[in-house]
């Protein structure tokens, strides 16, 4: 049975402390209806969680290792920077609070909105950042993307997201730059969007996809599988990487505030939509084909962080993720992008859903990589 047969065969519930639901289709609730994700909140996380405490001390104390690994090189570190809040505060906190020399690399997938790239251009020039673009070939993008819409499995983002990362990590691996600093953090990721809804970084599915619907061979195409970047790159090339925000007050709020009054940082409707390809993937392709509202886990986060309420999450999901004229607008841009007519792409998405257990994957060894995370005590959120 698949999972959307399991969310129609049960009974609706929606979490009575946070906004998770049934649309995970793995979520349990004990007998006050509170949900597994909030239960492993305040079990393995809130008691070592200090909202508003500055780990100050603990911060310079990772600048000053990553000033000494620097000293002599053009850069002591590097980031991925999007123009969204969350890497644009990172920024500010390497340069500003940290005293780092970073480089912020920006890999072009040929879907960022305008906001977004005035933003990175207020925040290089703000803080007078130096500044590498790796743009992906559009064409093998485009191959790629339209190969998973057709492979009619949720997880959508994934070339996009996957060419983000394997372009930081294997530039800084290239470049011999030690320290990547990552703008994720506990403030705002306390819940994870569960597997079925995004399924990411398994290479092995991707190849497989492509090899099925693809047309043309990935040549140049920015790749970085879960071995090579968690055994290879750090521990025989000695990559690591580095959360600053988990350092710091993390306020989203005050973080956007803070941005815009220095930097005339804008912010977006919805956590990343500064990307249009992401903003249709996560406000109509997912919710409207599978039934996955991904501003469920972000809202539920803030709920579990205290800023917001329960109640102030639950009118956000009343209205729609975002306008639904833009979103008629954006299908037909991503269509026309993608080198396919609307109603191609319309027919596309209406094909029977599939998941990734459809194709090759790595699902095995991800669950396992998870499971030692969870036994070290690394990771202490709840994925499944």
Known sequence: MGDMEKIR????????NCVMDTTDSRISFDE???CDHCRNFIRNIKPYWFPGRERTGELEAVAARIRKAGEGREYDCILGLSGGADSSYLAYVAKEVMHLRPLALVVDTGWNLNVAVENIEKIVKGLDLDMYTEVVNWKEMRDLQLAFFKAQISSQDFPQDHAIFAGLYNYAVKHHIKYVLTGSNSATEFIRPPVEWLYMNDLRMARDIHRKYGTIPLKTFPTCGMLKYRI??????????VYPLDYVTYDKAAAEKLLHEKYGWMRYENKHYENVFTRFFEGCYLP?????????NVLSSQILAGTMTREEAL?????????????EQD??????????STEEFEEIIKGDNRTPMDYRNSYWMIN????VCRLLGIENRNIR
């Open 368 to 371: 396992l990589g998870v499971r």
């Open 232 to 241: 290879v790159y750090k521990y025989l090339k000695g990559m690591e990487r």
């Open 331 to 340: 299908k037909e841009y991503i269509a026309k992008k993608l080198g396919i």
């Open 288 to 296: 409207r084909k599978f039934g996955f509202d991904t501003r469920k």
């Open 9 to 16: 065969r049960r009974n609706y519930q929606v979490c009575t």
């Open 32 to 34: 006050n209806g509170v």
């Open 315 to 327: 009118e956000q999901l009343e209205n729609p993720p975002y306008d639904p004229d833009q979103m």
